[in-house]
């Protein structure tokens, strides 16, 4: 019997309908209204959620040839993330699920982008290495079962998507920056400026995105803004070399540390280009298998919600009418 899952933890109203690990719809509203601000207003996200996220379940439903009443369960993000937007995704899916009596099942967000890995076609069986590059996390996942991860590295400051998408703005790109900085990077030199890329000599698996941000703000001020305007796509290419080059540095890293026969990646960064070929090499040279889940699965989307569900405990009617949402979830194993 299908399933359906929604995911609304940031400014993305998502629901999916799959049948076990396939994915029947997968509809992705995503809210342009964030561009004007530069950033995700939470506020502002949490009233979208509210307009959207019926109509995209009903988009999902139909595309799945699927009615409500014909549903076994329904999975939701229930953190991390903004927490007035989990709630609208929350309290839809108890409102879906409680008057049929079905289990409901609350999923952690960063699993869900370890979960994109299970899905068909081609889903990969743990034990491997996951890179989660994100809008707010950038991690190390160790994956040993599909039940969860161990957090091997993570960020100290920025995440990579978060640094991303302020470079971004800098250079006058739109929001979310990582797609125009990716269009614009492939027409600069990534060595015209140089780019400090932190953390490659601290022999750990944590990350560091901060001072790459300070950097370009210097160069930026050294340059003048016409002179950013002018030098532009050199600068968006050095600062996403930058970023690959830590990422692809760190996962280097823990492949030397760990027994890990396959390597994956996940989260929003992990839909860039560069990345992904740099992880490819690294995954060549070392002879390991890299599963390079689709661009779609990347970002945010439900059906990475409802593949992590697969593998979390089912809460039975009426036991989720008062569960919580969550903002932030500990560090170390999920
Ligand atoms: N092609 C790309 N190149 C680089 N970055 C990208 C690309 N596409 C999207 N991104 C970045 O991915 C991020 C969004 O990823 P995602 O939707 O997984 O994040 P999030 O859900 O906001 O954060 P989290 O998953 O940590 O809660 C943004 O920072 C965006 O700029
Ligand atoms: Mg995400």
């Known amino acids: 019997m299908p399933q359906l899952a929604i995911e609304t933890s940031c400014?993305?109203?998502?629901?999916?309908?799959?049948?076990?690990?396939?994915?029947l719809s997968n509809v992705i509203s995503s809210q342009a209204d964030h561009e004007r601000y530069?950033?995700?207003?939470?506020e502002v996200a949490s009233r979208h959620h509210l307009d959207l996220v019926v109509p995209v379940v009903e988009a999902a439903l139909a595309g799945a040839e699927t009615g409500m009443d014909d549903l076994d369960s329904v999975a939701v993000?229930?953190?991390?993330?903004?927490?007035g937007a989990l709630l609208v995704g929350l309290s839809t899916a108890k409102a879906i699920a409680a008057p049929r009596r079905i289990p409901l099942i609350p999923t952690d967000h960063l699993h869900g982008h370890v979960a994109a890995n299970f899905l068909e076609p081609d889903?990969?069986?743990?034990?491997?290495?996951?890179?989660?590059?994100?809008?707010g996390h950038t991690m190390l996942a160790g994956v040993r079962d599909h039940a969860g991860f161990e957090v091997l590295g993570e960020t100290l400051d920025d995440a990579a998507g978060e640094a991303i998408d302020k470079a971004a703005r800098m250079l006058g790109l739109g929001f979310p920056g990582g797609p125009g900085l990716e269009r614009l990077a492939a027409t600069g030199d990534p060595g015209a400026f140089t780019?400090?890329?932190?953390?490659?000599?601290?022999?750990?698996?944590?990350?560091?995105?901060?001072?790459?941000?300070?950097?370009?703000?210097?160069?930026?001020?050294d340059l003048g803004?016409?002179?950013v305007a002018e030098r532009a796509a050199d600068l968006a290419a050095g600062f996403q070399a930058a970023i690959v080059n830590q990422l692809v540095t760190k996962l280097g890293r823990a492949l030397d540390d760990g027994d890990w026969p396959a390597v994956a990646l996940g989260g929003g960064?992990?839909?860039?280009?560069?990345l992904r070929e740099a992880v490819a090499t690294l995954c060549r040279e070392r002879g390991i298998p890299f599963k390079e889940v689709s661009r779609e699965l990347c970002t945010d989307n439900a059906a990475m919600i409802g593949s992590?569900?697969?593998f979390t405990r089912a809460l039975p009617y009426p036991e989720y009418v008062g569960f919580d949402a969550f903002a932030t979830g500990p560090r170390g194993s999920r």
Do not use: H, Q, W
């Not at 993000?77 to 927490?83: E, M, N, R, V």
């Not at 780019?195 to 001020?221: E, H, N, Q, W």
């Not at 960064?269 to 560069?274: D, E, F, I, R, T």
């Open 77 to 83: 993000t229930a953190g991390p993330g903004l927490i």
């Open 11 to 23: 400014d993305d109203t998502c629901a999916a309908v799959l049948d076990g690990p396939v994915v």
């Open 225 to 227: 803004e016409e002179g």
């Open 269 to 274: 960064v992990a839909a860039n280009g560069p």
């Open 123 to 135: 889903p990969l069986e743990p034990p491997f290495l996951c890179l989660i590059a994100s809008g």
């Open 308 to 310: 992590a569900a697969r």
């Open 38 to 42: 530069g950033g995700v207003v939470p």
């Open 195 to 221: 780019f400090p890329v932190a953390m490659s000599r601290d022999p750990g698996l944590d990350f560091s995105f901060s001072g790459l941000k300070t950097a370009l703000v210097y160069i930026g001020r």
